[in-house]
Nanobody, 125 residues
Framework: QVQLEESGGGLVQAGGSLRLSCAAS??????????MGWFRQAPGKEREFVAV????????DYADSVKCRFTISRDNAKNTVYLRMNSLKPEDTAVYYC????????????????WGQGTQVTVSS
């Protein structure tokens, strides 16, 4: 079983920055063997893909809406994945979730069996 815990959310003004963290743990869990994704869900909307990072070479992919503003990274020694969010916009307001998937990356929600509880990000205009 894999446990994921997000942190770092909060209230920020438009144009500001936040860094989200997601700490992973679990019995017999090898973090470096998992692709890690970030997703978000705004009020009244479906959960959507934000960013993903591969388990091995650290290759990354982003939703078009966050490209050039958000950066995903990981520290395998700390079992942690990060999401640096710059130039935040009110439309980035959502609950942000991290998710883990064994081996290959995916942009699909159903491709991730492990999820955190989420952290709220609110961007004021």
């Amino acid at each position: 079983q894999v446990q994921l815990e997000e942190s770092g959310g909060g209230l920020v003004q438009a144009g500001g920055s936040l860094r989200l963290s997601c700490a992973a743990s679990g019995r017999l869990f090898t973090f470096s063997r998992y692709a890690m994704g970030w997703f978000r869900q705004a009020p009244g909307k479906e959960r959507e893909f934000v960013a993903v990072i591969s388990m091995s070479d650290g290759s990354m992919d982003y939703a078009d809406s966050v490209k050039c503003r958000f950066t995903i990274s990981r520290d395998n020694a700390k079992n942690t994945v990060y999401l640096r969010m710059n130039s935040l916009k009110p439309e980035d307001t959502a609950v942000y979730y991290c998710a883990a998937r064994y081996s290959s990356t995916s942009k699909q929600i159903f491709g991730y069996p492990y999820w955190g509880q989420g952290t709220q990000v609110t961007v004021s205009s």
